[in-house]
């Protein structure tokens, strides 16, 4: 069975930094285009990057030059760096894989303090 296991969420003050870490298990890892998205109460969930086989990164425009996407295929590891944290970052984090199918973790929760 596909898992994605999201971890390193918390509570930041705002500047500060957080990485998130996904643990992916059941799929080929190296294949998969990884991601993460995330979801605010009362909004929709927006991409907030994608990382490729060959970690070619795309970001959404209200991360760039704050958050990097890196992969880890030996470790099966898809991780967010947040750096520079605002407010309006507070969210659920949830991670992706995608290659026809897609699959999602549970989320981790960012919370930034004023």
């Known amino acids: 069975q596909v898992q994605l296991v999201e971890s390193g969420g918390g509570l930041v003050q705002a500047g500060g930094s957080l990485r998130l870490s996904c643990a992916a298990s059941?799929?080929?890892?190296?294949?998969?285009?990884m991601g993460w998205y995330r979801q605010a109460p009362g909004k929709q969930r927006e991409l907030v990057a994608t990382i490729t086989s060959d970690s070619r990164t795309n970001y959404a425009d209200f991360v760039k030059g704050r958050f990097t996407i890196s992969r880890d295929n030996a470790k099966n590891t898809v991780y967010l760096q947040m750096n520079s944290l605002k407010s309006e970052d507070t969210a659920v984090y949830y991670c992706?894989?995608?290659?026809?199918?897609?699959?999602w973790g549970q989320g981790t929760q960012v919370t930034v303090s004023s």
């Open positions: 059941g799929i080929t890892f190296s294949m998969y285009v």
């Open positions: 992706n894989a995608r290659i026809w199918d897609d699959y």
